[in-house]
């Protein structure tokens, strides 16, 4: 009898650790959902912050390593230590500060001119059926059309100047952004639009009060799409059209096999994009208050 109580207390010590173990791998989830977060809750601003510098940092890091290791080669995919050499080079030479300020200010211009236009031709549009369904099938083909094969012509049409490289960046950026703002003004909900007009809303006030504010999320989309492309388009312009700013740097780098030089003027970029769409997620906040 006792050999068997034994037997049992054992089963039992058993059957509880089991139970105990089962329970823990059921409170704890698996690593891919606990890497992929719980959807209901969203990050807070500072975790997204931190995960974002941490992928940046761990990027770096490993560009270094595998660059020391001479895994990549550095002629080719230089290294960070390399870059940052090229780019004390380059400020103390002012060749880098004046890249800047040249194309700081054809992106500056030549993004203003952009939105401008995507954004009041999309409501445009967007709002008037009519004259929407007479453009829009001209908007698509001219989004569609590879833009920078049409370099050449608008090199013979504004010269190879400043001109030109501003013409080459809107036709570049504006095309998103008035497609996203034409699809978010086109959405508004009709429900909403007749109880305005049933109050004796003119146009002017349905559109402002209404479809506007219903559409900022696809505006700062448009918006956000637009800066990429503009910012492409400000070294495609330059790589292209004369041989100044940023795409002037890395051309000239590009030819003296100078990668360190070149990566340079990538990053720079890479990075402006980053802080400018920070700034329109910001920007997003804020007008969220206006639509409520």
Avoid: C
Wanted: charged share 15%.
């Amino acid at each position: 009898m006792q050999v068997s109580k034994d037997y049992q207390t054992m089963d039992d010590v058993a059957t509880t650790r089991m139970t105990q173990l089962v329970n823990a791998r059921a409170a704890r989830p698996p690593l891919w959902r606990r890497v992929a977060g719980d959807r209901a809750k969203d990050l807070s601003r500072w975790a997204k912050f931190t995960y974002g510098a941490s992928g940046i940092v761990i990027a770096i890091v490993l560009w270094q390593a595998l660059s020391s290791a001479h895994v990549l080669n550095q002629l080719i995919y230089s290294s960070p230590l390399g870059v940052l050499k090229a780019a004390r080079t380059l400020v103390d030479d002012g060749a880098l500060g004046a890249a800047v300020a040249q194309s700081a200010e054809l992106f500056g211009i030549s993004f203003g001119l952009a939105l401008a236009i995507g954004i009041l031709g999309g409501i445009v549009i967007g709002w008037y059926r009519r004259i929407g369904a007479i453009v829009d099938p001209l908007v698509s083909i001219a989004y569609a059309a590879p833009r920078v094969a049409l370099i050449p012509v608008i090199t013979v049409a504004f010269g190879i100047g400043f001109e030109a490289q501003v013409v080459t960046v809107v036709l570049m950026a504006v095309f998103p952004i008035m497609i996203n703002v034409q699809a978010g003004v086109a959405s508004a909900d009709r429900n909403l639009v007749q109880v305005a007009r049933g109050y004796l809303g003119t146009n002017l006030d349905v559109l402002r009060t209404v479809a506007l504010p219903g559409a900022v999320p696809h505006i700062i989309s448009g918006v956000r799409q637009g800066l990429a492309q503009a910012l492409i388009g400000v070294v495609v312009a330059e790589y292209l059209i004369g041989s100044l700013g940023i795409g002037g740097l890395i051309v000239s780098a590009g030819q003296s096999l100078d990668s360190a030089s070149a990566f340079v003027g990538v990053l720079i970029m890479s990075f402006a994009a980053l802080i400018l769409t920070m700034l329109l997620r910001r920007l997003e906040r804020r007008l969220d208050h206006w639509r409520r």
